[in-house]
T-cell receptor, first 114, second 115 residues
Framework: NAGVTQTPKFRVLKTGQSMTLLCAQD?????MYWYRQDPGMGLRLIHY???????AKGEVPDGYNVSRLKKQNFLLGLESAAPSQTSVYFC?????????????FGQGTRLTVV | AQSVSQHNHHVILSEAASLELGCNYS??????LFWYVQYPGQHLQLLLK??????LVKGIKGFEAEFIKSKFSFNLRKPSVQWSDTAEYFC?????????????FGKGTKLSVKP
């Protein structure tokens, strides 16, 4: 049971380049989340999804897009990367329906935009 | 909107010292509370959680936390820390607002344990 898997683990982009981060979970979870982690800021929610085909904005959505075409996958896209998007990105998932369930996190993707 | 405050940015302790990390949240209603730990270079792992019932919650690796509703607090404790507890600790509250159970995180507390 792999849990939540993120690819890639590391990436360096030039300003203006685009890329997609993939999050895959094998726990049949309905809810999936993308966070970014910056020093001294904790984790901030970028976008989330409550089911296949649905997405919604979180706290810091600007500059990012997401898609949830399949239940097990949640993609985070950067159309035109900026240095301010240098961060560590974490995906998480949890079961839906009830509120009192814990979230499981992926290993993270360290992105540097130069 | 809910918020979470962690009082200490960086705590440095010697092995065998006792630990208490502060966490306060803003929401006045029913809350779900969590402590996550992030070891260097790794992802977040759940230490413990509180949903209801006994306000003293025991987690993994000897950690515990006490939910004090009147103080809006959920402090993390460990009687005797080890070098392997060196990590960053995040308190989180589940958001019952619009984001379908999103976790609101504190800014984290780095714990350094000296051998």
């Amino acid at each position: 049971n792999a849990g939540v898997t993120q690819t890639p683990k590391f990436r360096v982009l030039k300003t203006g380049q685009s890329m997609t981060l993939l999050c895959a979970q094998d726990m049949n979870h309905e809810y999936m989340y993308w966070y970014r982690q910056d020093p001294g800021m904790g984790l901030r929610l970028i976008h989330y999804s409550v089911g296949e085909g649905t997405t919604a904005k979180g706290e810091v959505p600007d500059g990012y897009n997401v898609s949830r075409l399949k239940k097990q996958n949640f993609l985070l896209g950067l159309e035109s990367a900026a240095p301010s998007q240098t961060s560590v990105y974490f995906c998480a998932s949890r079961t839906g329906g009830q509120m009192n369930t814990e979230a499981f996190f992926g290993q993270g993707t360290r992105l540097t935009v130069v | 909107a809910q918020s979470v405050s962690q009082h200490n940015h960086h705590v440095i302790l010697s092995e065998a010292a006792s630990l208490e990390l502060g966490c306060n949240y803003s929401y006045g209603g029913t809350v779900n509370l969590f402590w996550y730990v992030q070891y260097p270079g790794q992802h977040l792992q759940l230490l413990l959680k509180y949903f209801s019932g006994d306000p003293l919650v025991k987690g993994i690796k000897g950690f515990e936390a006490e939910f004090i509703k009147s103080k809006f607090s959920f402090n993390l404790r460990k009687p005797s820390v080890q070098w392997s507890d060196t990590a960053e600790y995040f308190c989180a509250v589940k958001d019952y607002g619009g984001s379908q159970g999103n976790l609101i995180f504190g800014k984290g507390t780095k714990l350094s344990v000296k051998p």
